[in-house]
Each structure stands twice: as C-alpha cells, then as structure tokens.
C-alpha cells in the first residue's frame, strides 16, 4: 500500500485545513487509516482514524473540532482541521492499517507539515 499525502501549510490560530490522503495498490487489504502528528521533541500520537466500516475515533485534544471522513470509491481520507490552535503544530501522517493473510502491516505517507500561528 502506498499513501500520498497532501494539504497542510502555514495557518492563523482560528482558521481551518484540509489535508488529504489518497493510497494506492493492496487497498482491499486496508481495515483503517488515519491521521498520526509529531511535534518537535515528541511522541508521534494518533489524531483522528476511521475504520473501513466507517467508525470513527479522535484524540481528546481535536474532539469537536477536527473531522476524519472517507471515501471508499477514490480510497482517500480526508481529515478537516477547524478552529485551529498553535499547539495542532506538528508534521501529520497518513497511516494504513492493513490485514492479509500474511500478516498486519502498518504503512505511512510522507508527513505534511501544518504550522499555526498565533
């Protein structure tokens, strides 16, 4: 599987992003895909996911304010990020979680940066 990325960018504290991800190959082998983000000096920590029957999960932090959806048809995801804080800094990264009979594989996209300033 691979996941392309895109969105992102420079934003004032406040305003809104739209980022995208959009995987490709084993697609039929993805159960769920989500967002992870890093800050400078931490954790790589999950986001928001989405299963492949549509169940969403979020991180406490973005609850009410980000959104995760899914389009099966085009196998992207898409997470909108309203009302945006400094502290939603950080490079985001696509993930999939797949299921083979081989094994479970988790595979990244390239982060995307998202900076906003207050």
């Known amino acids: 599987v691979q996941l392309q990325a895109s969105g992102g960018g420079l934003v004032q504290a406040g305003g809104s992003l739209r980022l995208s991800c959009a995987a490709s190959g084993s697609t039929f082998s993805i159960k769920l895909m989500g967002w992870y983000r890093q800050a400078p000096g931490k954790q790589r920590e999950l986001v928001a996911r989405?299963?492949?029957?549509?169940?969403?999960n979020y991180a406490d932090s973005v609850k009410g304010r980000f959104s995760i959806s899914a389009d099966n048809a085009k196998n992207t995801v898409s997470l909108q990020m309203n009302s945006l804080k400094p502290e939603d800094t950080a490079v985001y990264y696509c993930n999939a979680y797949c299921v083979t009979p081989h094994g479970l594989n988790d595979y990244w996209g390239q982060g995307t940066q998202v900076t906003v300033s207050s």
């Open positions: 989405i299963s492949s029957s549509g169940s969403t």
